[in-house]
């Protein structure tokens, strides 16, 4: 092989490797910035990892909400109308919250499948929820429905 061939080919795996090296890097950094959305039947059926950062959205269980006495730290459960997470909070509310409305939480669960959230978002529309929680609603208002229109007719 001659001088310049060779110089030619070792310029040519630099940039190859560079290039390797970038996409690599540039992957490592989409994966850490991945941000995914769950419902709470997913999070329930073993969608969501424990330790996992992770958004999941519904409605807040009436009554389920407690307040510890001297701390900002909130219990309150959500649901999509299928199944229930147990959340826990502590920091300020927004002023929007309150049970029944609906939510979207960021944070990770945790071992015993408690939802710990880092930030709460409630939207202003009183009418506000994330597509697939509304979706997953009607689904089980559908099903209700059918069930109580089954037990009437017979």
Known sequence: MTPVR???L??????VAGMGLATAMGLQAFKKNLLYYFTPAQVAAGDAHPGQLFR???LVTMGSVERNPGSMTVHFTLTDMQKSVPVVYSGILPDLFREGQGIVVYGKLDKNGLFVAQQVLAKHDAKYMPPEVGAAIK???AAQQAAVAAKSAS
């Open 6 to 8: 060779r110089k030619r």
């Open 10 to 15: 070792l310029i040519v795996a630099v940039i």
């Open 56 to 58: 999941m959205g519904g």
């Open 139 to 141: 689904k089980a208002e």
